[in-house]
C-alpha cells in the first residue's frame, strides 16, 4: 500500500473517531446539564475541546455547543472533521469499499444539512447528536461488513483505536477539572461512564454502588471495555502485528517496541493509587501517544 493512502486512512479513522466521542460527550453533559449537573461551565467545555478566540456570552450553551459541534471557524468542530473524513476517504476511494464512500458522504450532507444547525442553535441539541451518531454508527458497521482485512483495514483500526485512547484520557482530564468546581464528584463519576458509553458496562461487570476506584479502573484498565485506554493500546498492538509482513525490521521493531512501551506503562500505573495514578498517567501516556504518532508518520507514511 502507498504510504499516501496508508496515511489517509489513518486520519480517516481518527477524525472520525474525534468526531464520535466529542458527540458523545456533548450529549451526555447536555442531558446531565438539564438534570443533576447544576451551574454547568460551557466555557470549560468550550476551552477543553477547543479554544475560542472570545468568551461565550449569551445562551452559553447555544454557544459552545455550535462551537464545538458545527462551526466553521473551530478547526477541530465536529463539521470540520467530518470534512477532513471525507476528503480523505475521496483520495483513496480505490482502496475503500463505495458503501464505505456513500455512508462518509451521508455524514457529510448531514452535518452540512441547515436542519441540523437548527437543532443546535434554537431547538432540541440532543435530535442533532442522535442522528449524527446514528451516522457514526452506520460507519464502524459499514467498515466491519464492507472492508476486506488487508493493510487499509489495519491502517484504519490503528488510527482508530489510537485517537480512541487519547479521547479517553482528554474526557476523564476534563471530568477531573469539572469535579474541582463542584461538589458533585459522584455524578460527574456516573457521566463520565455515560459519555464513554459504559455505565451499563459498569452494572454488569462491577456489581456494586459506584465507586471511584472501579470507575477509573475501569476507564483505564479494563480490558473487557471497548473505550478503555488497557483495550486501545492492546488493540495497536494486536492491529500493528499484522503489519510484519509488509513492514521493514527495523521500523516495525521500533514502532512495535513504543506500543510495548506504552502497555508496560499502563500496567505499572495499575497498581499505584487510583486518583495519584491517573494524574500522572494522563499526561505521561499523552506524551506517549504523540511520540508514537509521529514516528508512526515518519517510518511509514513518508513524513520527513
Known amino acids: 500500500m502507498l504510504s499516501r493512502v496508508a496515511d489517509s486512512v489513518f486520519w480517516m479513522a481518527r477524525y472520525l473517531e474525534r468526531s464520535d466521542n466529542l458527540l458523545r460527550l456533548l450529549r451526555t453533559d447536555y442531558i446531565a446539564s438539564q438534570d443533576e449537573l447544576l451551574d454547568y461551565d460551557w466555557q470549560l467545555l468550550a476551552t477543553q475541546f477547543g479554544n475560542p478566540a472570545q468568551p461565550l456570552k449569551g445562551s452559553a450553551y447555544r454557544d ?57 442553535a434554537k431547538q432540541d441539541p440532543v435530535t442533532a447528536f442522535d442522528i449524527l451518531l446514528r451516522e457514526s454508527i452506520v460507519f464502524y458497521g459499514t467498515v466491519d461488513v464492507t472492508m476486506n482485512r488487508g493493510e487499509g483495514y489495519t491502517f484504519l483500526n490503528l488510527g482508530k483505536y ?19 468546581k463542584t461538589d458533585q464528584a459522584s455524578v460527574q463519576w456516573k457521566y463520565l461512564l455515560y459519555a464513554l458509553s459504559g455505565y451499563e458496562f459498569h452494572t454488569k461487570y462491577y456489581k456494586n454502588a459506584l465507586q471511584v476506584e472501579e470507575v ?28 510484519l509482513p509488509v513492514s521493514k525490521a527495523e521500523y516495525f521493531n521500533e514502532i512495535a517496541g513504543l506500543i510495548s512501551e506504552m502497555n508496560q506503562s499502563i500496567q505499572a500505573y495499575q497498581h499505584q493509587n487510583p486518583i495519584v495514578a491517573i494524574e500522572k498517567l494522563i499526561p505521561d501516556l499523552r506524551s506517549k501517544l504523540f511520540y508514537f504518532n509521529q514516528r508512526l508518520a515518519t517510518l511509514y507514511f513518508g513524513y520527513s
Open 64 to 120: 459552545a455547543l455550535h462551537y464545538l459541534v458545527v462551526s466553521r471557524e473551530h478547526e477541530h468542530s465536529v463539521f470540520n472533521n467530518i470534512v477532513r473524513v471525507r476528503e480523505n476517504a475521496r483520495s483513496v476511494q480505490d482502496y475503500i469499499t463505495k458503501e464505505l464512500w456513500q455512508s462518509l458522504n451521508d455524514f457529510y450532507h448531514r452535518i452540512r444539512d441547515p436542519q441540523t444547525e437548527t437543532f443546535i
Open 162 to 180: 489510537m485517537e480512541r485512547c487519547l479521547q479517553c484520557l482528554d474526557i476523564l482530564e476534563f471530568k477531573r477539572k469539572q469535579m474541582e
Open 216 to 243: 477509573i479502573h475501569q476507564v483505564l484498565y479494563n480490558l473487557q471495555f471497548p473505550h478503555s485506554a488497557g483495550y486501545c493500546l492492546a488493540q495497536m498492538d494486536r492491529y500493528f502485528q499484522r503489519l
